[in-house]
């Protein structure tokens, strides 16, 4: 404790320069935290999907429909205890700056496969009666200040034309990973615009028992293999995962990118401290002409560069981790459940520790294990 | 009785090929409670002396014993505690850091004692008394003049007590007022507080300060004098 005010001091000493290189560690765990964050919540989005969902799709591509009347011969496989379906609609909504998406859903059977959808239960029954109604994400109320009751019109890309929905309930996640800025509307409304009935984008199949999974979807494919629309089946888990493949890339060049520049910022900070500490040869001198052992000079220098590395660790980490979720913040919809996992704050303040051994070791041992006369000699 | 005891030091640097002997078997005592002014030309050996007698360097051969420490001897670990409690040290310049206040300059070496901080601000306050820089406490070293930068480093030096204090050209950047207040006062130390003082200068006028003066040449002592104190 007597040796504070003398490490205080020093960090005072060019208080702009001390500033800069905490701030420096600062936007470098922060910019670590968030790239990391993102391939960690790519990665979970990857891993999420009700281990008793089973997503069929058309064995062609997913842009393939398959036909409607599919749903009661999937209901008839032994060990499926529910079948539900949607479409892609891809409309633009305004100046389509903020893009969300739209399904059109088989209403009943849709909220009961999603129990991870909370809707309130009049809203639910609202939805239900109501053929061009739409269930919204919380999210999507907050961004475009709809209300209940609202009419919303979604320009049509795939399906041209404006299409008018009146929103009559708000959906929130229970599972953080789950979107919470969709829009779903009625199949049958869909059906009804479109003049094309008996169609479906993909169907999501419940079963009895995750063991039976594989058995199962084996089970759905043969069935439709010699049909004119066969099938592909796999667990929703596996269907998530092929979307986040698509990201693959990217958490690639992000990971690669990102820890590029965390390192280059760690380095030029790293250099600042290295050079604080040689700007002070005459002083360490100094000190041990009075008497100052080299361990305590060691410390001193230590102790200079921990208080730097870890508040800048503690601001950068901090910030990532308060900022992204007071914002809930997800990417557009593009990577729900956006937020700084305990590992990612773990492995900033490991990065923070290194730091401090790399810009503080060097010096500390240069300053406790120079000699006096030749530190004296080197300012003279 | 002779505090500092120099026996037959050899001392040589080398220079890219060139080895350069600065002691070739230098003998002296300095009494205790004596105020020993050490002059000679530059290269003479002067300041390289008093390093050896600090212990801030190290002797190629020879011994050097202080109030019965074998200096010479120690490791940089036994070293750094024993200047801590025996040797005051004070620079021609840059003696003070910066960063810190007198009072903290000041402090400094205490801070190496067991002293608690109530014990440790009445000595730093008595010590900064003795040099006439009470109402300084407060001002950093660039708040000062060289003569009351080198005051402050004098009662760093003597804040703790040391057996004895060394001054390398205490006086060297200073103005005549100023050398003249920083000689008053270590004469005063030397004859009102009994310090044991060692002094290297080349300034006549600063070592007639001085009880004794050795005038040193190419590592040689070649006189010792008796100084008609001023």
């Known amino acids: ?380 | 009785m002779a505090l500092v005891e120099i026996r037959d030091v050899h001392k040589s640097f080398q220079r890219g090929s060139e080895k350069i002997d600065v002691f070739a078997g230098l003998t002296l005592d300095v009494p205790q409670g004596s105020f020993t002014a050490l002059m000679g030309p530059s290269g003479s050996g002067k300041s390289t002396l008093l390093n050896l007698v600090a212990g801030l360097d190290r002797p190629t051969s020879g011994s050097i014993t202080v109030a019965g420490a074998p200096v010479s001897s120690m490791s940089p670990g036994q070293l750094a505690p024993w200047r801590a409690r025996h040797v005051g040290f004070v620079f021609q310049q840059l003696n003070l850091l910066p960063v810190l206040t007198a009072y903290q300059n000041v402090e400094l070496p205490l801070l190496l004692t067991r002293l608690s901080r109530k014990e440790r601000d009445e000595r730093v306050r008595l010590a900064l008394d003795v040099v006439g820089l009470s109402d300084r406490i407060k001002h950093f070293p660039r708040q000062l003049s060289g003569g009351q930068e080198q005051r402050t480093a004098i009662a760093r030096a003597i804040v703790a007590d040391p057996t004895v204090v060394m001054l390398d050209e205490p006086t060297g950047q200073l103005d005549a007022r100023s050398s003249q207040d920083v000689l008053a006062l270590l004469r005063r130390l030397n004859q009102e507080f009994g310090k044991t003082i060692l002094l290297v200068t080349h300034d006549a006028h600063a070592a007639a300060t001085a009880s004794t003066i050795l005038h040193l040449d190419k590592g040689v002592l070649v006189e010792r004098e008796k100084a008609a104190v001023s």
């Open chain 1, 1 to 380: 404790m007597k040796y504070v005010r003398l490490v205080l001091a020093n960090l005072g000493r060019h208080k702009w320069r001390t500033f800069l290189t905490t701030a420096g560690i600062a936007l470098a765990l922060f910019l670590f935290a968030s790239l990391r964050t993102v391939v960690t919540t790519i990665a979970a989005t990857a891993q999420w999907g009700g281990a008793r969902r089973l997503v069929t799709l058309n064995a062609t591509g997913i842009v393939f429909p398959l036909p409607l009347n599919y749903a009661e011969r999937l209901r008839a496989i032994p060990g499926v205890t529910g079948v539900t379906w949607a479409n892609w609609f891809g409309g633009r909504y305004g100046d389509n700056k903020r893009f969300f998406g739209q399904f059109a859903v088989d209403a009943e059977s849709y909220l009961a496969m999603y129990p991870e959808m909370s809707v309130p239960d009049d809203q639910r029954e609202a939805f239900f009666r109501e053929k061009g109604s739409a269930i919204v994400g919380r999210r999507l109320l907050d961004v475009f200040g709809w209300k209940v009751g609202q009419d919303v019109t979604i320009q049509g890309t795939i399906f041209p034309g404006d299409w008018t929905f009146t929103v009559r309930g708000v959906y929130t996640p229970t599972d953080k990973v789950l979107n919470d800025d969709m829009m779903i509307f009625r199949h049958d409304f869909f059906d009804e615009k479109i003049g094309r009935a008996g169609i479906a984008g993909w169907y999501v199949v419940q079963i009895d028992d995750p063991d039976h999974a594989g058995r199962i979807a084996k089970a759905i494919d043969d069935l439709f293999r010699n049909s004119s629309s066969p099938t592909k089946t796999g667990t929703e888990q596996a269907f998530n995962a092929s979307f986040a493949t698509m990201w693959g890339n990217v958490s690639l060049l992000m990971g690669t990118i990102g820890l590029a520049v965390v390192f280059a910022i760690l380095m030029v900070t790293a250099n600042a401290m290295m050079m604080s500490s040689r700007e002070r040869t005459r002083e360490v001198a100094v000190l041990k002409s009075i008497g100052f052992p080299d361990r305590v000079l060691f410390g001193v220098v230590m102790a200079e560069a921990a208080v730097i590395t870890l508040i800048g660790a503690a601001v950068g980490l901090g910030v990532a981790k308060v900022l992204y979720q007071a914002a809930n913040f997800n990417a557009a919809g593009f990577l729900p459940g956006f937020s700084v996992t305990t590992g990612t704050l773990v492995l900033g303040a490991g990065i923070a520790l290194l730091l401090m051994l790399a810009s503080g070791l060097v010096p500390a041992i240069q300053a406790a294990r120079q000699p006096i006369i030749v530190a004296l000699r080197r300012v003279e």
